[in-house]
């Protein structure tokens, strides 16, 4: 497993996945819930939105519960996924989330099983 980082344009593919509009399976709602602890923990100040939550919790990796670093680990891994099937947009402008949500379902087979069911694809 590959250290756990996320670039910007990572964390931005991440959020647009997360907010794809795609049908949140109880499993990433579940991935989801396992950084909120951590959140709370480091990261109570800080307005989500344009990064800068997943910046903060970059920024406490060291810190973070096991099961936040594997969620995170898992949403990297899908974004790279996505990245190599739809590709991303460029750093400052994240993808458009309804051409994502129809290459991902478009692309549904070529996905791992666990993206699939992180990202709900239909």
């Known amino acids: 497993m590959r250290p756990f980082h996320l670039t910007t344009t990572t964390a931005a593919l991440v959020l647009a996945l997360l907010g794809a509009g795609l049908a949140p399976s109880a499993h990433a709602q579940s991935a989801r819930g396992a950084c909120r602890a951590d959140f ?3 990261c109570k100040g800080t307005k989500p939105g344009d990064g800068r939550v997943l ?3 970059r920024q ?3 810190q973070l519960s096991a099961d936040c ?4 680990e898992t949403a990297r891994t899908c ?3 996505a990245r ?3 590709g991303s947009g460029s750093e400052a402008n994240a993808p458009d989330r309804k051409a994502m949500r129809e290459c991902l379902q478009q692309q549904r087979e070529a996905l791992s099983a666990s993206c699939r069911s992180q ?3 239909p």
């Open 60 to 62: 406490h990796q060291d």
């Open 69 to 72: 670093k594997a969620s995170l």
């Open 84 to 86: 190599q099937l739809c």
């Open 119 to 121: 990202l709900a694809v």
């Open 40 to 42: 709370a923990k480091f």
């Open 79 to 81: 974004a790279d996924q």
């Open 55 to 57: 910046a903060c919790l």
